[in-house]
T-cell receptor, first 113, second 111 residues
C-alpha cells in the first residue's frame, strides 16, 4: 500500500477563497482523521470518521470548515471562506481503530494571504 | 480536561549520548501510549508504543511507562544526528475516543 495520500502538498490562496484538501486513506483502515498542526497549538484533531461516518467534529474550529467522506477511499476537508489564521499544515491520518497507531499522510501546507 | 504535556525543548545532546524525552498525562485511566517522530517538514511517524507498566525496548529506543506517576518517557541510546527531530507523545486518554497528542519536544543531536 502506498500509505495515506494527500493532495495538494502545498496550497497558497487568497483570503475569502474556497480551499479543498483531499485524502486517500490506507485500504482497510476504518478510521480517518483530519488534523491541523501549528507551532502554537501543536497537532489538533479536527474531525474523524468511522466507516465513512463522521463521529466527532468537535475540533472543527468554525462553520467555515466542513469535511466529507463519500466512500472508504476518499475524504475532503473544505474551508470556505478561507482566512489567514487558517494557515497551517493539515494532516490526514488513518488507522484500524480509533485509539491505535495512526498512519499520517504527507500533509498539506496551506497558506492564506 | 484532556492534557498531554511535553517540554518543548530543544533538548540538545552530543552524538553518542542518551537522550531522555518525557511526557506526562492528566488521566490515570489512560491505557495506550505512543511515541511519534516528526522530522522538520515531514509527517509524524510511529516509533514506539507501550501499554503496560515498565520498559519496552526496540533497538536503540526504550519506552518507559509509569502509570502511578502518570508519565511515559522515551530513551534514545547512542544518539545520532539523524535522530534530530521533534518527538510527539500521544495518549489514548480514558473518556476520549482518539489519541491526544502533546506539542512535542525538539531533540538536537550534535556531531
Amino acid at each position: 500500500d502506498a500509505g495515506v495520500i494527500q493532495s495538494p502538498r502545498h496550497e497558497v490562496t487568497e483570503m475569502g477563497q474556497e480551499v479543498t484538501l483531499r485524502c486517500k486513506p490506507i485500504s482497510g483502515h476504518d478510521y480517518l482523521f483530519w488534523y491541523r498542526q501549528t507551532m502554537m497549538r501543536g497537532l489538533e484533531l479536527l474531525i474523524y470518521f468511522n466507516n465513512n461516518v463522521p463521529i466527532d467534529d468537535s475540533g472543527m474550529p468554525e462553520d467555515r470548515f466542513s469535511a466529507k467522506m463519500p466512500n472508504a477511499s476518499f475524504s475532503t476537508l473544505k474551508i470556505q471562506p478561507s482566512e489567514p489564521r487558517d494557515s497551517a499544515v493539515y494532516f490526514c491520518a488513518s488507522s484500524l481503530d480509533r485509539d491505535t497507531e495512526a498512519f499520517f499522510g504527507q500533509g498539506t501546507r496551506l497558506t492564506v494571504v | 480536561q484532556k492534557e498531554v504535556e511535553q517540554n518543548s525543548g530543544p533538548l540538545s545532546v552530543p552524538e553518542g549520548a542518551i537522550a531522555s524525552l518525557n511526557c506526562t498525562y492528566s488521566d490515570r485511566g489512560s491505557q495506550s501510549f505512543f511515541w511519534y517522530r516528526q522530522y522538520s517538514g515531514k509527517s509524524p511517524e510511529l516509533i514506539m508504543f507501550i501499554y503496560s507498566n515498565g520498559d519496552k525496548e526496540d533497538g536503540r529506543f526504550t519506552a518507559q511507562l509509569n502509570k502511578a506517576s502518570q508519565y511515559v518517557s522515551l530513551l534514545i541510546r547512542d544518539s545520532q544526528p539523524s535522530d534530530s527531530a521533534t518527538y510527539l507523545c500521544a495518549v489514548a486518554l480514558s473518556g476520549y475516543s482518539t489519541l491526544t497528542f502533546g506539542k512535542g519536544t525538539m531533540l538536537l543531536v550534535s556531531p
